[in-house]
């Protein structure tokens, strides 16, 4: 059982955008940044998105981030089928003398 | 450009200790604001964080591991461990090694950025 709620699966069709959910509590995700990861099967995960909205260079703008209170959502425009993979969300958690959690992950599926 | 790379055996016998360790290149395991940290993921399951040391020796655990997990750093050879004891077949995962990067005025922050490829360890009894 993950810290931060994700759905398990999403899918879309080329072109289309999608949107991915994260939710956590005041702990986490409400008082602190969200960071994303893309983890293609087979290789090490990939940092889409830190500070909740700012994507690393390198990253295309088709990928988005946003926050609002205790959840955070991604947002891929124009969907590619290279964007077929796994999607982590991830934040700082102040319980427990604080510790990094992660949400369940949600498979892309790009039909 | 700063590369990690994981190393240590691939299969540890059941209730023995797992240590892995990383090598950083292209980089200082010294450099001020970066914590250096563990990450796994069991087969078909989600990431896990495991703990994460910073340069002057301060650590941070999963709570669920911190009774086991122990992270340290060897500056001389640019490269940091991990210590599991007490394994099980539950600790059987794809580990990564990764830089975590401080923000300021942050405890700190899981920006992960980058990985090592992994190194698989399977738990054997």
Redesign the interface.
Known sequence: Q?VLTQPPSASGTPGQRVTISCSGNSSNIGR??V?W?Q?VPG?????LI??STQR?SGVPDRFSGSKSGTSASLAIRGLRSDDEADY?C???DYT??????????TRLTVL | QLHLQESGPGLVQASETLSLTCVVSGGSVRAAGYYWAWIRQSPGKGLEWIGAVYYEGATYYNPSLRSRATIFLDKSKHQFSLNLTSVTAADTAMYFCVRDVLVPGALQTPWFDPWGPGSLVIVSS
Do not use: C, I, Q, R
């Not at chain 1, 290789?43 to 940092?47: G, S, V």
């Not at chain 1, 427990?96 to 992950?105: D, L, N, P």
């Open positions: 993950s602190n940044s960071y990861y983890e290789t090490a995960p990939k940092l830190f500070g690393p982590y991830a934040s700082w427990v003398s604080g510790h990094v959690v992660f949400g369940g992950g």
